[in-house]
């Protein structure tokens, strides 16, 4: 096929005046290395990731769009504070898009290079919200016969997450893990994950229509935060389980705590456990996420064998080895339709994702919502 000489690249800038400037350039070409190929980028969704980078701290309540086509170009103000947490971008043209997927129509001379030829693969790179991406030949991971792009846009952010945390649990020595924002697509399939391997999940979700969904799928443990009950019903759920081990997508706010707390309160019922030191078994909550951006608020509870942290998936699989990671993705490409299958809420164009009231959309980061851009639309 011929190759167009230019194609559109989706760009985040702050300027130096407190502008969050979103728009899309026209870059030229580019030129392969032998172990490289092209990829014609034909599905990539947006996670809550990927707005880190396109939106930073901007006011996105304020935020406006102008132009049409390829000249859409959306902008929002950011505050003094907002300014101080990103001077370090300022002037920087960021490429955004972690993952998607789409065709091989180029490839460098290398024998595997070449072998990706005409493929649909899938790939986390950065700069994926593009009608064209570059990429190392050994980044790509090539779907199965019969999946397509939009099949395999999702394939990396959120099942690696997913089977990263009950690798966690393993590594860790612990038995169960405890979720929040339990009913996300991420969540859905952390359940069939556990599922399938035998594992016991608590669910904190924030609505009774989001227990509904996981009670659906087969769900045993679910605890709903904006009932009454729930600081009862986690601490129950919790000593069903024996959860020492929680991953909280919100990040701030008191949830963190109040896992923490559960779990000190489910050890304390096991005869001779007490101690004035809390629960010996060491209770751990890992903030992958920041869905809440209010300060972690952290009510000291629950003894002294405990810990809060960050935790990031490219920081886990590095820690983890080329082993594990080859191993985790093997199997999201055996289960690609099945356990790691991703359902979007709509399909958007370049420019689409750039008009101000389709970003309060995906903004929102509504739960259970997912959005993906086709690059070719």
Not at 237 to 253: E, S, Y
Request: hydrophobic share 45%; proline share 4%.
């Amino acid at each position: 096929m011929t190759l167009p000489q230019s194609y559109l690249q989706m760009i985040s800038t702050v300027s130096a005046e407190g502008e969050l400037t979103m728009e899309l350039v026209e870059k030229p070409m580019p030129e392969l290395g032998d172990d490289e190929v092209l990829i014609r980028v034909e599905a990539t969704p947006i996670n809550p990731s990927d707005q880190g980078v396109m939106f930073g701290w901007a006011s996105m309540a304020k935020a406006a769009s102008s132009g049409t086509g390829a000249h859409t170009r959306l902008t929002a103000p950011v505050s003094p504070q907002g300014m101080g947490v990103m001077k370090a971008r300022v002037g920087q043209q960021l490429p955004v898009g972690n993952e998607g997927a789409g065709t091989v129509v180029a490839a460098g001379s290398g024998d595997y290079a070449q072998s990706l030829m005409g493929k649909v693969v899938a790939v986390m790179g950065g700069g994926m919200y593009a009608q064209y991406r570059k990429a190392p030949a050994m980044m790509c991971l090539p779907l199965k016969d019969g999946h397509t792009a939009r099949d395999g846009a999702s394939c990396f952010v959120n099942p690696l997450t997913a089977l990263s945390m009950v690798e966690t649990m393993r590594m860790e020595g612990h038995t169960a893990l405890v979720h929040t924002a339990a009913a996300s697509n991420l969540g859905q399939m952390l359940n069939r994950i556990c599922a399938a391997d035998a594992v016991e999940l608590v669910n904190i979700v924030r609505k009774p229509e989001q227990a509904q969904l996981l009670r659906d799928m087969g769900a045993k443990h679910i605890v709903d935060s904006s009932s009454e009950s729930f600081k009862a019903d986690l601490v129950d759920a919790i000593h069903a389980t024996g959860a020492t081990l929680a991953f909280d997508a919100t990040g701030g706010g008191e949830l963190a705590s109040n896992i923490l707390a559960a779990m000190e309160a489910a050890a304390a019922r096991t005869p001779g456990a007490y101690s004035i030191y809390g629960s010996v078994k060491h209770k751990q909550v890992y903030l992958y996420g920041g869905l809440d951006t209010s300060p972690t608020v952290l009510n000291r509870a629950y003894g002294m064998a405990w810990g809060v942290g960050g935790w990031l998936l490219p920081n886990f699989l590095a820690k983890a080895g080329g082993d594990v990671a080859m191993r985790l993705r093997a199997r999201v490409a055996d289960e690609l339709k099945t356990t790691f299958a991703s359902h979007y809420t709509d399909e958007l164009s370049l420019e689409q994702a750039l008009q101000a009231d389709v970003v309060a959309r995906y903004y929102a980061k509504t739960t259970g919502e997912k959005f993906l851009i086709c690059p070719q639309k």
